[in-house]
């Protein structure tokens, strides 16, 4: 008897221990940090990156010409870093993807491969001026899918596509504390549940409230050109907008 119980017990032990070690390790400071590499240093990706370090995480932003980046990291101190996307993505433990859509084929060449298995917070709008039949490719498979397709194997989650940066920097200033009314709501999908949990803090640590809205294909609901777009709402309003469960 004591031998099966035993016996249990270790094998309980054995599945908590490897459930860990499935779990992707995130490198965090003790206030619970991690390290990000935001993939573009543009309008996008440098506001919800600055949103980021001076919530305290380290960032790293990224461009094939990091040297250009010197101005926006120069201004946001110590914790901001630059470098190029293959070192980003080494840095980091989550990355954030704040290019222009039509970028993300060859984009896919370059570092797709690097991604797999990571978290990537997917901020890309396509557009039928801009992206051609990249955008009737999103048209047909969805946003979510589609930008998929390009980075297989990441743990994706749609997230920060959904309004102007100018909303985002002005609704994030002070932790998201001086929006009236309360912190926006920010609609996130993925698949991937853990990956869904970082990209929920990650939102919170900008300043606003994650609303998750479902899985990858559920994001065509806050795709640009859809209703679900451009809303500088409370969570609670945005789930109404959504038509979400409260």
């Excluded at 060859?106 to 917070?121: A, H, Q, R, T």
């Excluded at 100018?166 to 929006?179: E, P, V």
Aim: net charge positive.
């Amino acid at each position: 008897m004591r031998s099966d119980t035993l016996s249990r017990r270790a094998a309980l032990a054995l599945g908590a221990a490897l459930t860990l070690t499935a779990l992707p390790a995130l490198a965090q400071d003790g206030a619970g940090k991690i390290r990000i590499g935001v993939i573009g240093g543009g309008n996008i990706g440098g506001t919800i990156g600055g949103l980021w370090v001076k919530d305290g995480h380290e960032v790293m932003f990224a461009s094939r010409h990091p040297e250009n980046l010197k101005p926006l990291v120069d201004e946001l101190g110590p914790k901001a870093k630059a470098g190029t996307p293959e070192q980003a993505i080494q840095f980091a433990d989550a990355v954030f993807l704040a290019v222009p859509y039509k970028a993300y084929p060859d984009l896919s060449k370059e570092i797709g491969p690097l991604l797999k298995g990571k978290v990537v917070l997917d901020a890309g709008n396509a557009t039928e001026r801009r992206d051609g039949a990249l955008f009737a490719e999103a048209q047909k498979d969805g946003i979510g899918l589609t930008s998929a397709k390009y980075f297989p194997g990441a743990k994706l989650v749609r997230a920060f596509n959904a309004a102007n940066y100018k909303i985002f920097a002005k609704a994030g200033a002070n932790g998201g504390q001086d929006r009236a009314g309360g912190r926006m709501g920010i609609p996130i999908a993925g698949d991937d549940p853990q990956a869904l949990k970082v990209a929920e803090g990650l939102v919170r640590d900008a300043g606003f409230d994650p609303v998750v809205v479902g899985s990858l294909k559920d994001a065509d609901k806050f795709a640009m050109g859809t209703p679900g777009f451009g809303h500088d709402v409370t969570a609670p309003e945005l789930k109404e907008k959504l038509g979400l469960a409260k």
